[in-house]
């Protein structure tokens, strides 16, 4: 029954993304990607199977959550100040309220990757990302949710996930394809209601996570619990990391989809930050990893280190730093990029499959977890 929820909560993170287009091969190109470093692969000679036993599960998972507090705690701040800028916009309607009301959504957006790439504790009881961050956004769906909306009424239950949360409210403020034209569009009343109402919601579901938060946070584990506890997030963490190369990016990581690749099936295409949301979700992993926990206790690769396990350790950390320069070295509009030539994304694609692969492989197994199945088994 254990194994059973472990899978439906690795699931869950996978369906709050709807399935878009997918990829082709495209002609090579030289990107300095292409070029990039190699870390040996740690043999299953060096790297055991044997669960080390003296890893603290409780203590890990108490530093994760004391490291996910701020990070909740930023979006609550970025969101309260998008619901303002964006009600200020709809009085006004000036072009310099229209750029903060970008600004903050961008700031807002970057926060919820941080916070989305451990999705543990009520992140997942509430469903925050159905909230806030169905995706992709119809923008037919948002239209017809424009049509429905009533002034300072809640978001209609009729109203569909594809026309809520950041993705709609994205595509309210920049369009597809015409970011000049949208304040013109904003003069229409309704289009600037549902605006208003998009943001407002995205603020108090914020709000409501970060006081669940403050209270999840102070939570003890005992053995057994702090097992359970660490099971479930090194699961999330897993999935994270297939989202980053799957889901919102075109699919490209999958080696199961053979279309062509558009713009709009990468995540934040109209506000050109999907960069900008990969860098944030995987500076979150990062620390996962190789931040200290309070009182400078030690990180998760220390305490694997500690427990026999320096080999991995280092694995991780090469991989994690290698993942990290090959990102910065992207383009800054992966989307138009990996719609035009898909091999380029390849080389950071693949660097976070191997980072995937050694986390649900060797890291489970040196810690004595099983991972459960997830849409990419077959890969």
Known sequence: MKHLTL?????FLATACATQSPRIAAEPTTSVAQTVPTVATTSSALVTTT???SLDAAATVMNWQTQQLPRIQTLADNSAKLRDSVATLCQ?????????ARKDWKSTYAAWRTVEALPMGPTLTRRTAWQIDVWPSRSPKVEEAVRLVEKDAPIADSVGAA?????ALEYL??????????????????R????????REVATESAGLLADWQTFERQQYDTETGRQAFEEAVNLIASSLQNLRDKKLAR???????????????????????????????GTLESIFLAPGPNNSPSFVDRLAAADKP?????????IRIAREVLAKLPEDIAQAGSRNPIALKPFLDLIKRLQSLVELQVADAVGITIGFKDSDGD
């Open 92 to 100: 006004r309607l000036k072009a310099d309220q229209l750029e903060q």
């Open 311 to 319: 080999l991995l350790a280092q694995h991780l950390r090469d991989e």
């Open 252 to 282: 490209l990581g999958s080696s199961k989809i053979i279309k062509q690749a558009a713009r709009q099936d990468f995540d934040a295409w109209r506000s050109h930050q999907t960069k900008a949301g990969l860098t944030a979700t995987l």
């Open 173 to 190: 403020l920049w369009g597809d394809d015409r970011a000049k034209a949208q304040l013109g569009r904003l003069h229409f009343r309704q």
């Open 51 to 53: 669960p080390v036993s």
């Open 7 to 11: 899978a439906l909560t690795t699931s």
């Open 163 to 167: 026309a809520q949360g950041l993705p």
């Open 192 to 199: 600037c209601q549902y605006s208003v109402a998009l943001a």
